[in-house]
C-alpha cells in the first residue's frame, strides 16, 4: 500500500526494542501504509545524544502527531524525572486509556472481564512537585506551611504535591464520556478518596459531578478507591470504564492487567488533543530483558489502538483477531503465559494469522 500514515517508533529500553520490533512487523503486514520515523529515548537516547529525551524525539512525534513506544526504564530514586511522565507532560496527553478483557485461551479467577481504565495523565503526585529533605527548597516550603495553616512538617520529610485542578478534571472527564459513547460502553465508575483529600480528589469527584456534558445513556457512579479495588478483585465483571486521578490510575491499571493474564497482554495509549503516543502498560523487565521471553502482545495490541485512532478499524480488528487466534490455539506462548516460544515466534504466528485474514 502507498505509504499513507507517518508514524514515530521509539523502541525503548530493556525489553522495549524486542517487543517494538514485532509490532512493526504485525502492523506491516497489516499493509495500511505506516512509513516508520524511528527516534531514541531513554538509555539509548541518553548513550547516543546525551539526552533521555531528545529535543529531536519531542520534534518527530510534534510532526508525525502519533508515536509507538516501548517501555522506558526509570531508575528508583535516582532523583531525575520519568521521560514517560515527561513524554506525557510536554505533548499533553491528558488521558491514558487502557482496555482490559479476558482474553481466549487464557485461564484466568474471572472470565468475563471487559474493562477500560481512563486515567488523568498530567496532574496529581505525578505531577513531578517534589521537595528533598533538607534542601533550602523543602525549609522554604515548610515556613511557608508554618506560616499559612500552622501545619508543621518534619524537618526529615520529603515531600511530593499532588495538584488536581478542575481544567484538567474537566478535559478527562468529558475524553471519558465521549469515549464510552463512541465505544457503546453503559457505565464509568470514578474512583477517588475523597473523604481523606476533600481539595484534591474532591475538587476531582465534584468537578466531575457538575461537568454539563451529555452523558447520553451512560451511567455515572463514584467509589471510594480502596472500596472499588476489593469489588474488581472479587467481581470485575461488575464494571465498565474506569474513571480515575494519575496515581490510582497507575495501580489499578496494572491490577486489571492481573485480572486477564498479566501485564504482558495489555495495550495503552497517551492521548490529548493534539498528539496519541501508544504503549503497553507494562514497563522494560529487565529481569527478562534481551533474552526473547518478552511477550509481545501488550505492544502488539497498542498497535491496533494505534491503527483505530489511524481509523484503519478493519486493520485494527484484523489484528485483534490474529491476537486471538493465536491465543486460542495456544500452540505459540512465550513462557509468561506457560508456554515455551520465543517474542519472534509468538509476533510471526500474530503476522500469518493477520496475512491469513
Ligand atoms: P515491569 O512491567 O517492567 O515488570 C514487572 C514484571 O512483569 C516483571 O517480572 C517482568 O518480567 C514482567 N513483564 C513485564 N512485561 C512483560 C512482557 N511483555 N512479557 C513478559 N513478562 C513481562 O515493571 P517494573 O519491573 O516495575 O519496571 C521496570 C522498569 O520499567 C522501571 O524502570 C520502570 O520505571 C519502567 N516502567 C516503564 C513504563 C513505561 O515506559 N511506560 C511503565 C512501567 C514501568
Same mark, same amino acid.
Given at each position: 500500500?502507498?505509504?499513507?500514515?507517518?508514524?514515530?517508533?521509539?523502541?525503548?529500553?530493556?525489553?522495549?526494542?524486542?517487543?517494538?520490533?514485532?509490532?512493526?512487523? /504485525?502492523?506491516?503486514?497489516?499493509?495500511?501504509?505506516?512509513?516508520?520515523?524511528?527516534?531514541? $529515548?531513554?538509555? =539509548? #537516547?541518553? !548513550? @547516543? *545524544?546525551?539526552?533521555?529525551?531528545?529535543?529531536?524525539?519531542?520534534?518527530?512525534?510534534?510532526?508525525?502527531?502519533?508515536?509507538?513506544?516501548?517501555?522506558?526504564?526509570?531508575?528508583?530514586?535516582?532523583?531525575?524525572?520519568?521521560?514517560?511522565?515527561?513524554?506525557?507532560?510536554?505533548?499533553?496527553?491528558?488521558?491514558?486509556?487502557?482496555?482490559?478483557?479476558?482474553?481466549?485461551?487464557?485461564?484466568?479467577?474471572?472470565?468475563?472481564?471487559?474493562?477500560? /481504565?481512563?486515567?488523568?495523565?498530567?496532574?496529581?503526585?505525578?505531577?513531578?512537585?517534589?521537595? $528533598?529533605?533538607? =534542601? #533550602?527548597? !523543602? @525549609? *522554604?516550603?515548610?515556613?511557608?506551611?508554618?506560616?499559612?495553616?500552622?501545619?508543621?512538617?518534619?524537618?526529615?520529610?520529603?515531600?511530593?504535591?499532588?495538584?488536581?485542578?478542575?481544567?484538567?478534571?474537566?478535559?478527562?472527564?468529558?475524553?471519558?464520556?465521549?469515549?464510552?459513547?463512541?465505544?457503546?460502553?453503559?457505565?464509568?465508575?470514578?474512583?477517588?478518596?475523597?473523604?481523606?483529600?476533600?481539595?484534591?480528589?474532591?475538587?476531582?469527584?465534584?468537578?466531575?459531578?457538575?461537568?454539563?456534558?451529555?452523558?447520553?445513556?451512560?451511567?455515572?457512579?463514584?467509589?471510594?478507591?480502596?472500596?472499588?479495588?476489593?469489588?474488581?478483585?472479587?467481581?470485575?465483571?461488575?464494571?465498565?470504564?474506569?474513571?480515575?486521578?494519575?496515581?490510582?490510575?497507575?495501580?489499578?491499571?496494572?491490577?486489571?492487567?492481573?485480572?486477564?493474564?498479566?501485564?504482558?497482554?495489555?495495550?495503552?495509549?497517551?492521548?490529548?488533543?493534539?498528539?496519541?503516543?501508544?504503549?503497553?502498560?507494562?514497563?522494560?523487565?529487565?529481569?527478562?530483558?534481551?533474552?526473547?521471553?518478552?511477550?509481545?502482545?501488550?505492544?502488539?495490541?497498542?498497535?491496533?489502538?494505534?491503527?483505530?485512532?489511524?481509523?484503519?478499524?478493519?486493520?485494527?480488528?484484523?489484528?485483534?483477531?490474529?491476537?486471538?487466534?493465536?491465543?486460542?490455539?495456544?500452540?505459540?506462548?512465550?513462557?509468561?503465559?506457560?508456554?515455551?516460544?520465543?517474542?519472534?515466534?509468538?509476533?510471526?504466528?500474530?503476522?500469518?494469522?493477520?496475512?491469513?485474514?
Amino acid at each position: 500500500m502507498a505509504d499513507r500514515h507517518r508514524v514515530t517508533l521509539i523502541p525503548g529500553d530493556g525489553i522495549g526494542p524486542e517487543v517494538a520490533s514485532a509490532a512493526r512487523l /504485525v502492523l506491516d503486514v497489516a499493509d495500511v501504509g505506516i512509513v516508520w520515523i524511528e527516534r531514541p $529515548a531513554g538509555a =539509548t #537516547a541518553a !548513550a @547516543e *545524544a546525551g539526552d533521555l529525551l531528545p529535543d529531536d524525539t519531542l520534534d518527530t512525534i510534534r510532526e508525525t502527531r502519533v508515536a509507538i513506544k516501548g517501555p522506558i526504564t526509570t531508575p528508583v530514586g535516582s532523583g531525575f524525572r520519568s521521560v514517560n511522565v515527561a513524554l506525557r507532560q510536554e505533548l499533553d496527553l491528558f488521558a491514558a486509556v487502557r482496555p482490559a478483557r479476558s482474553l481466549p485461551g487464557v485461564p484466568t479467577r474471572h472470565g468475563d472481564v471487559d474493562l477500560v /481504565v481512563i486515567r488523568e495523565n498530567t496532574e496529581d503526585l505525578y505531577r513531578g512537585i517534589e521537595f $528533598a529533605p533538607g =534542601t #533550602a527548597e !523543602a @525549609e *522554604a516550603l515548610r515556613e511557608e506551611l508554618r506560616r499559612l495553616a500552622r501545619f508543621e512538617v518534619r524537618p526529615d520529610a520529603g515531600v511530593t504535591l499532588k495538584p488536581i485542578s478542575v481544567a484538567g478534571t474537566q478535559r478527562v472527564v468529558r475524553f471519558a464520556f465521549e469515549y464510552a459513547k463512541a465505544n457503546r460502553r453503559a457505565r464509568i465508575t470514578l474512583g477517588h478518596k475523597a473523604s481523606i483529600m476533600p481539595t484534591s480528589d474532591g475538587l476531582f469527584l465534584r468537578t466531575a459531578l457538575e461537568d454539563p456534558i451529555d452523558r447520553g445513556d451512560v451511567v455515572f457512579e463514584d467509589m471510594q478507591v480502596d472500596h472499588l479495588t476489593a469489588e474488581l478483585v472479587r467481581r470485575p465483571s461488575r464494571f465498565d470504564v474506569l474513571l480515575l486521578p494519575n496515581l490510582y490510575g497507575d495501580i489499578l491499571s496494572d491490577l486489571c492487567a492481573g485480572l486477564v493474564g498479566g501485564l504482558g497482554l495489555i495495550p495503552g495509549a497517551n492521548i490529548g488533543w493534539e498528539y496519541a503516543v501508544f504503549e503497553p502498560v507494562h514497563g522494560s523487565a529487565p529481569d527478562i530483558a534481551g533474552q526473547a521471553k518478552a511477550n509481545p502482545i501488550a505492544m502488539i495490541l497498542s498497535g491496533a489502538m494505534l491503527l483505530r485512532y489511524l481509523s484503519e478499524l478493519e486493520a485494527a480488528r484484523r489484528v485483534e483477531r490474529a491476537v486471538d487466534e493465536v491465543l486460542r490455539e495456544g500452540a505459540v506462548r512465550t513462557p509468561d503465559l506457560g508456554g515455551s516460544s520465543s517474542t519472534g515466534e509468538v509476533a510471526d504466528a500474530i503476522a500469518r494469522a493477520v496475512t491469513s485474514r
